[in-house]
């Protein structure tokens, strides 16, 4: 499913990794763990598509993911930092307009299940500013409830 064939970053001076080798199939997981600065996030954002190497490819299904871009994001699920929430619509409102960028159709039903299973059914109607970035971040989980896609990349 996914493949990391010799994957080379740096930043300025400084080389992230170098000739990476990842092979990821279907419910498989692979947690990353190291320092601040280790290059954790550049190497989740480079296998999204959204940051480039300086050498190596990633494949999805065997195929360079650069020259399958559009159905390669339709794929994944990416979960920054930051949590990706507008602090002036209401929790519903942010879940809902997240999945309609992402082109996917929903029931109010699954908002509520999504919501529920990340603790935040009773917060709802409420202003998404009003919430901890703890609970922002569970509702950018939420998505994992209301959107089919094949590969989660969670930093």
């Known amino acids: 499913m996914l493949n990391v064939h010799q994957l080379v970053c740096r930043r300025g001076l400084t080389t992230l990794f170098d000739n ?9 997981m692979i947690y990353l763990k190291g ?27 065997g195929v360079n993911i650069q020259s399958i871009r559009e159905e390669f994001t339709s794929k994944i699920i990416f979960i920054g930092h930051a949590p990706a929430v507008k602090d002036d619509l209401t929790v519903a409102e942010n879940l809902i307009t997240s999945l309609q960028l ?3 159709h929903t029931t109010d039903d699954a908002i509520t299940h999504a919501l529920s299973e990340v603790g935040l059914e009773k917060r709802r109607s409420i202003p ?3 919430l901890s970035q703890g609970q922002k971040k569970r509702l950018d989980l939420a998505r994992l409830w ?8 969670l930093d």
């Not at 601040?36 to 996030?41: C, D, F, H, S």
């Open 20 to 28: 990476l080798d990842l092979n990821l199939n279907p419910g498989e």
């Open 35 to 61: 320092a601040n600065g280790a290059g954790k996030t550049t190497l989740l954002r480079t296998i999204a598509g959204l940051s480039t190497q300086e050498a190596g490819t990633v494949l999805w299904d």
């Open 102 to 104: 992402s082109g996917t």
């Open 128 to 130: 998404t500013r009003a």
């Open 146 to 153: 209301t959107e089919y896609r094949p590969l989660w990349l």
